[in-house]
């Protein structure tokens, strides 16, 4: 079966294209530097022949209000659009847990304009509703940081590993259409400062990290469950402790 992977160069995009070829599949990375721009349009049409599957893992190149939300609401009509000339049967996109609670953000609005086109489409879908990444605790703490200190909202999350996503990805691409929203977490919960804290931690950052109500999350409010799963959530199998014993993550 053709997969074509757009982003499929990224974090996620990467690991998805691995899984598929393993499984025998033709999986094609799909991104600006094979050709293909989802934003102009360009190299889309001749990328999706023969294509049963698409999978959508790309992301915004900015987390300001305006460019995300074009970037998101221009490029998925435009994917939408050359897969249906091209009949692709399967539509999947990568999204985040939360993104109905987090209308106060710009990029948040830009997920939220994606995932109403994908539903809107004719064409069949599955959206893949992921929590934060393991991999990406070290920029969360880098906006959170005043001075040596890391400020965070001692609410709750639910972190996954990137390969877990991937695989979650993978696995709902070779699988028939659900037309609705699958939620991905990983196996524990923590408050977020905990979390980060402990990822610190094991790099020896000296950053203190104190957990402080209503500190914004990249800029927006968070409340207790904001940002985990509700029930029914796919939880993956690998613990943060596990994952931060690997040498590629310390």
């Not at 293909?36 to 698409?54: C, M, N, P, Q, R």
């Not at 970037?71 to 009949?87: C, D, K």
């Not at 086109?117 to 959206?127: D, G, R």
Request: without cysteine; negative net charge.
């Amino acid at each position: 079966m053709k997969i074509v992977v757009i982003g499929g160069t990224g974090l996620i995009g990467s690991k998805v294209v691995t899984i598929l070829r393993a499984q025998g599949h033709d999986a094609v990375a799909a991104s600006p530097n094979s050709g293909v721009d989802t934003v102009t349009g360009a190299g889309l049409a001749e990328v999706l022949k023969g294509a049963s599957v698409v999978v959508d893992v790309s992301n915004s190149p900015s987390f300001d209000e305006e460019p995300a939300l074009q970037f998101f609401q221009t490029s998925t009509r435009n994917v939408l659009a050359a897969e249906a000339v091209a009949g692709v049967k399967h539509h999947v996109a990568l999204s985040v847990v939360g993104t109905e609670r987090m209308s106060e953000s710009g990029y948040f609005r830009g997920k939220a304009a994606q995932e109403a086109a994908i539903k809107a489409s004719s064409i069949p879908y599955s959206i893949v509703h992921a929590t934060q990444f393991f991999e990406f605790l070290k920029s969360i703490a880098s906006d959170a940081t005043d001075g040596d200190t890391v400020r965070l909202p001692p609410v709750l999350v639910q972190p996954i590993a990137a390969a877990d996503v991937a695989s979650a990805v993978a696995g709902v691409a070779v699988g028939a259409p659900v037309n609705g929203t699958i939620e991905v977490a990983g196996p524990e919960q923590f408050r977020f400062d905990a979390f980060i804290e402990q990822g610190l931690k094991a790099r020896n950052d000296p950053r203190k990290v104190v957990a402080t109500p209503r500190a914004p999350y990249f800029h927006i409010e968070v409340s207790e469950r904001t940002l985990v799963p509700g029930d029914g959530a796919r939880l993956a199998k690998t613990r943060f402790e596990d994952w931060l014993r690997e040498p590629a993550h310390l």
